[in-house]
Nanobody, 122 residues
């Protein structure tokens, strides 16, 4: 069974830092691109950052060097280090795995976590 288990979501003050983890199993992790998405209430799910199988990284413009995506293939785990957090970063964060080209794959990824809440307060 495919599992995508997140940890690290929390409530922090603006300017603080947080590190999210997503432990994956049940699929060929090393053969899959990975990504972090987030969704705030009333908004569409949007890309935060993605990382390819060869560690090519694409970041959303708002990241501005403050977020860093990484992957540990041996541990089959995806990470997102978030620094200098702003209130606007408040959202449910999801990890996504494996490009998908068939209809029904959300945002072009096949596997998704259940999401973890990140809340940034003033």
């Amino acid at each position: 069974q495919v599992q995508m288990v997140e940890s690290g979501g929390d409530s922090v003050q603006a300017g603080g830092s947080l590190k999210l983890s997503c432990a994956a199993s049940g699929f060929e992790f090393t053969s899959c691109a990975m990504a972090w998405y987030r969704q705030a209430p009333g908004k569409e799910r949007e890309l935060v950052s993605s990382i390819s199988t060869v560690r090519t990284i694409k970041d959303a413009d708002y990241v501005k060097g403050r977020f860093t995506i990484s992957r540990d293939n041996a541990k089959r785990t995806l990470y997102l280090q978030m620094n200098i957090l702003e209130i606007e970063a408040t959202a449910v964060y999801y990890c996504a795995a494996c490009y998908c080209t068939v209809p029904g794959c959300r945002n072009g990824f096949q596997h998704w976590s259940q999401g973890t809440q990140v809340t940034v307060s003033s």
